[in-house]
């Protein structure tokens, strides 16, 4: 039971870190120099909405207090009521949570598509010359800015060839060619940064899985390469690409903010920036926790899956 | 692995032996040196408003063309150099100090400092980066104060790991326990152990941070929450040319290069000097570290 | 399914999905035959009568009536009142509304209906409440009339209570619940359905319209911020109307095919203004002095790319109210001398700009560029339109760039504006004579007494600096060619009533 045991340190430690998450977001709306709620009322300011407001966020109370409240609130579900417009935060994040999904899950799709061909690729031709332009084609992904990317991709693909919409969003359930056309863009774009760093680790992954015994073997029995290939490597870098791919994703979830506004992507990361720049402080308070938490989220599910493939993690 | 002083000598030879990190040197030389003298050199001034002229392709009188004001785009860009590398500069330098000494003194002392000090710094890695410096420049408003904070602060907990993790595999070294056995002073040690041994994973770090503070700061002004207009910078230059894009390509063209090969330059130096120093360096650590 | 499985059929997806271009998408309306219009930015409300902004309007067209509604030549005609009578001494209006009309939750309307939404404005002081200065009483004889008495002979009661949406009929259930701000039920041909926070609001068509039923089954409004995203989606049958047209793109635009471009002269204009209640700014020499600084030529130029039209006053040419003024130009040395009478120099300047408004920001950046010689130091502040009018009315600034919407008669374009207290007059300019102007102007019956009245006050207007008028731009609209029965107005309003999607 050693691995429920170290299951339960690892989520513990993972509240903890939450905790410390909710301190920092809690803050966010009271370090604003100003009267945050006064602020975003702005012209439709009258003493009722004020305090309306007011109280809906809980700002009339002691700190402490507020804070106790808050958690409280957030943990069951509640948090808080757009300063723009009095709709309650949950609501509106869960409405814009399925767009930044599955752009995101498009984006890693398209990611792997192109980092474990090429990873493995280059892994297997080390040190040749492939193998060195798969490098620098990383370090170009990784250094280009998305947004450029973004504004480019859609002049020539959208602009000038017209093979695929600008902007735009269709839901997957509903429509899922409609949604299939308005993603491979903004996918793409989040995709190929994705791919350039998926594809280093894929490589290196490989490469330790390669060197390894097992593998000697199965090439000295005579295997064909492919088999030997497919068959060892693959599986058994598996578990390496699943938590690469988890990282991934959940860098993604905080890195789409700029792509989803280049591509009006109704999601997570456009509503923060719309946010903000209304000065929203609530609903930005309660995206950025939602986002934080499924960072959490994820990365907890990578370590525990990583240690579930490696025991010599587990036991440190 | 401790590296001292003679073999880092060597070691930064032996990394501009490679010809893309030489590659890369030479060309952060060339924009550092234009962003010093871009008021200098910049041909135009950086405002100067000619709307006669605006929209005009590259030529010989105006490099990159001009923009929608009829402003001279090579100006711009020379002088957003300096902006960001600033900005990139600050930020990273701030990151860097509180960074290294929080990671250090956690490394160093261990216990309960150690553990209070890394939940802190896993608390701020469980923001994504662009996310919090949102947040941050959201709550001050925008500027370059904010932003050079805002990134600073963002990209802390990297330089504290990195720090922290030398530190500690230094501070088990037979001949460090020795030395406080012997009852050398903290600070000497640490000047004579610890500091040297830190020294060439930060400066890798460092290199890559400045490439994605660049990035960073970038999209920060993209979104209209970094540097300001007028003062010319290459993430809002990239926001003005969205409206033109199919009318004057190179208003969105050059300011993005710009961008792309200077953080191509700081990634391709930094993984250079690291390839020189542990090749074999390709954790999860290192996955995490490319945010 | 192996790795290299999944490829083949993510390709071929790809492939079939590349080949339908020009394809509607639903935006998961179940209704087929929606119109997708894409306006540049979001309504701040969904009240007619408390909101000011241009997007609220664009939707609120379709959804509310006023009394009597101007025709695509600015005229003035029966909506939900069908005939008026004006009695001789020019002092009682009475209109005899239609029957049978029902709000679109189907309860019914009548006249206190009207007497409830005219009183609501008047009674909370809402922003059309000038609008009834010179009304005395209104009440409702019966179910079907309305009678509203004014204090003295009032030419453009008309214009006043039907020229814009501001003064739409509202339904006192919908207001008291407060509901009217996010779920507002008027009369008009279209419905509200829903809203999609950051990304559109629908409406549906109202089948117990009381004119001639919706040819449309709805109407989507999309928000796309980007103006040349929203065109590109447009040539790509993602949508079929947008007024976010960039204007460096109108040339362009003129022999696209694919689309329908409607650009018509308009009643708008566009303004700077330098608020007078800081120094100093208070003193007409260095107002003028801006006014010799600045160079309108290139602002008109990189706002709008020809297709506006240079103007110094607000009323534009084509309009019978029209006033040639053409006192100021570039002239540095000129403007040095005024700085130099007013004993100032050295200035810094909080230009406002908003960035939902990208011609101020520009506008902004040739500005601060024309005045440095000058010794002002400008410093552009750009913020997003909510923040902008709260700036605006709580007079934190010291210039700022804004365009106002078409207006018909020359009261409605000088009044609130630059009279003593006016409700829009927040650079706070006072002058007694244009005020004494302005009152007789708005009683004048006699029409050439009337233009000389608005021309002298016009003219102390411009030389005052009380705005700094820069042009008219034209109303740029564009749809696609299944679009019918729809064509571009003057003063702006978007109605979709009468369209048709083939």
């Given amino acids: 039971m050693r691995v429920f045991r170290f299951l339960a340190r690892r989520l513990l430690y993972s509240l903890v870190v939450l905790l410390g998450v909710l301190v920092v977001v809690f803050a966010l709306v009271h370090l604003v120099p100003g009267d945050p709620v006064r602020i975003a009322l702005g012209t439709r300011y009258s003493p009722e909405a004020y305090q309306a407001l007011r109280s809906a966020s809980g700002l009339d109370r002691p700190i402490v207090e507020q804070f106790v409240g808050y958690v409280g609130s957030a943990l069951s579900g509640n948090l808080g009521v757009s300063f723009r417009n009095g709709e309650p935060v949950t609501v509106t994040l869960l409405d814009r949570l399925p767009a930044t999904l599955s752009l995101a899950a498009a984006a890693i799709v398209i990611g792997l598509l192109i980092s474990v061909p090429a990873g493995t690729w280059a892994a297997l031709h080390q040190g040749r010359a492939s193998d060195a332009i798969v490098r620098v084609a990383t370090q170009f992904g990784v250094s280009i800015p998305d947004f450029w990317m973004g504004i480019l991709l859609i002049e020539l693909f959208a602009t000038t060839l017209r093979w695929l919409p600008t902007s735009g969003y269709a839901p997957l359930i509903s429509d899922p060619t409609g949604w299939l056309r308005h993603v491979i863009l903004p996918g793409s774009t989040v995709g190929l940064v994705a791919a350039a760093i998926m594809t280093r680790y894929i490589r290196s992954a490989v490469l330790d899985v390669a060197s390894m015994g097992y593998v000697r073997t199965a090439r000295s029995k005579g295997l064909p390469p492919r088999v030997v290939t497919i068959r060892h490597i693959l599986r058994n870098a598996l578990i390496p690409v699943l938590t690469i791919t988890g990282i991934q994703l959940a860098t ?65 | 692995m401790t590296v001292d002083t003679y073999d880092r000598r060597a070691s930064w030879r032996l990394a501009l032996r490679n010809p893309l990190t030489l590659i890369s040197a030479v060309i952060l030389a060339v924009i550092v040196l234009a962003a010093l003298t871009a008021d200098r ?26 923009d929608e004001l009829g402003r001279d785009i090579f100006s711009r860009v020379l002088v957003g150099a300096h902006a960001s590398l600033e900005v990139a500069a600050a930020s990273v330098t701030f990151a860097f100090f509180v960074g290294v000494t929080l990671g250090v003194v956690a490394g160093y002392r261990g216990g309960w400092l150690d553990m209070v000090l890394m939940r802190v710094i896993d608390v701020m890695f469980a923001f994504p980066v ?7 420049v959201a709550v001050l408003s925008p500027g370059s104060t904010t932003t050079i904070l805002a990134i600073g602060i963002v990209y802390t907990p990297i330089f504290a790991r990195v720090a922290r993790a030398s530190t500690l595999s230094v501070r088990i070294e037979p001949f460090v326990a020795v030395s406080r056995t012997l009852g050398t002073g903290n600070v000497l040690i640490l000047r004579r152990h610890i500091l040297p041994n830190i020294a060439s994973p930060v400066i890798v770090q460092t290199s890559l ?28 230059m990239l926001f003005d040319a969205q409206g033109f894009v199919h009318l004057a390509w190179w208003m969105s063209v050059f300011p993005g290069l710009a961008i792309f090969v200077t953080a191509l330059a700081f990634n391709l130096l930094g993984d250079g000097v690291r390839d020189v120093l542990d090749p074999k360096q390709r954790t999860l650590l290192d996955a995490r570290r490319k945010r | 399914m192996r790795r290299h499985e999944l490829v083949v059929a993510v390709v071929v997806v790809l492939i079939l999905s590349g080949c339908s271009t020009g394809q509607r998408v639903d935006l998961g309306d179940a209704a087929s035959g929606t119109l997708v219009a894409a306006i540049a930015g979001e309504p701040d409300q969904l009240d007619p009568q408390k909101t000011s902004a241009h997007f609220s309007f664009e939707i609120l067209e379709n959804v509310f009536d006023t009394l009597v509604e101007p025709d695509e030549n600015l005229e003035m005609r029966p909506a939900l009142a069908k005939s008026w009578d004006i009695s001789d001494d020019q002092l009682t ?52 009339t309305v009678v509203i008495r004014v204090k003295q002979p009032t030419p453009n009661l008309l214009v006043d209570i039907g020229g814009f949406k501001g003064m739409a009929i509202v339904q006192r259930k919908n207001v008291e619940s407060g509901a009217i701000a996010t779920h507002p039920i008027g009369t008009g041909p279209f419905a509200f359905k829903s809203a999609t926070s950051g990304d559109s609001i629908s409406l549906v068509a109202n089948k117990n319209y009381w004119g001639p039923a919706p040819v449309v089954s709805g109407v989507t409004f999309r928000f796309i911020p980007e103006a040349s995203t929203a065109l590109s989606a447009l040539q790509a049958g993602e949508i079929d109307w947008t007024d976010s047209v960039p204007t460096q793109r109108v040339d362009e635009l003129r022999g696209d095919d694919s689309i329908t471009l409607g650009v018509t002269p308009s009643n708008d204009y566009w303004y700077q203004a330098l608020n007078e209640a800081r120094k100093p700014w208070n003193d007409v020499r260095v107002r003028q002095a801006v006014a010799y600084g600045i160079d309108r030529q290139a602002i008109v130029q990189a706002t709008s790319y020809g297709t506006a039209v240079a103007n110094q006053l607000a009323i534009p040419k084509g309009n019978p109210w029209y006033v040639d003024y053409q006192r100021y130009s570039r002239n540095l040395e000129t403007a040095k001398t005024l700085l130099g009478q007013a004993g100032v120099k050295d200035l810094t300047m ?26 002002i130091t400008a410093k552009i502040r750009t913020v997003d339109f909510a923040t902008w009018l709260d700036e605006q009315n709580n007079g934190h600034f010291d210039m700022l760039m804004m365009g106002w919407l078409g207006n018909i008669d020359p009261n409605d374009f000088y009044y609130a504006q630059h009279h003593t207290g006016g409700k829009s007059n927040a650079q706070k300019f006072s002058n007694p004579q244009v005020d004494a102007l302005l009152d007789a102007g708005r009683i004048e019956t006699n029409r050439e007494k009337r233009l000389d009245d608005y021309t002298k006050a016009a003219t102390i207007i411009a030389d005052q600096v009380s705005y700094l008028y820069l042009y008219n731009p034209s109303v740029i609209q564009a749809w696609n060619k299944r679009l019918s029965g729809y064509d571009v107005r003057r003063d702006g309003a978007v109605r979709f009533g009468t369209a048709k999607l083939n």
């Avoid at chain 1, 209304?278 to 989220?297: C, E, K, N, P, T």
């Avoid at chain 3, 005899?96 to 206190?112: C, E, I, K, M």
């Fill in chain 1, 252 to 316: 993604i979830l905080g890195g789409v903010i700029v792509v989803e506004v280049v591509f009006a992507w109704p999601g997570l990361g456009r509503l923060v920036y719309t946010a903000v720049a209304a000065r929203d402080y609530s609903l930005i308070q309660g995206a950025v926790l939602l986002i934080a938490a499924l960072f959490l989220l994820i990365n907890l599910i990578v370590d525990v899956l990583y240690s579930v493939a490696d025991p010599r993690i587990r036991l440190s």
């Fill in chain 3, 350 to 375: 909080d230009l406002l700009a908003t960035s939902d408004y990208p011609e101020t920001v520009t506008a902004a950046q040739i500005v601060t560029d024309n005045l440095a010689p000058l010794g």
């Fill in chain 2, 209 to 236: 941070s400045l490439a994605f503070a660049i990035l960073s700061e970038a999209a920060l002004s993209f979104l209209g929450l970094g540097l300001q207009p007028p003062e010319p910078s290459w993430g809002r």
């Fill in chain 2, 130 to 136: 662009l996310l919090l410096a949102l947040a941050i």
């Fill in chain 3, 93 to 144: 209006w009475t209109f005899h509304l239609r029957t049978g009309v029902t709000f679109q939750d189907g309860s019914p309307f009548s006249a206190n209906d009207v007497v409830y939404s005219y009183r609501r404005i008047i009674d909370q002081q809402l922003a059309p409440a000038y609008r009834f200065n010179a009304v005395t009483d209104i009440s409702a004889p019966d179910p079907a």
């Fill in chain 2, 41 to 66: 050199i910049a041909p135009y001034g950086v405002n100067k408003i000619d709307v006669p002229n605006a929209l005009q392709p590259p030529s010989g009188a105006h490099l990159f063309g001009t």
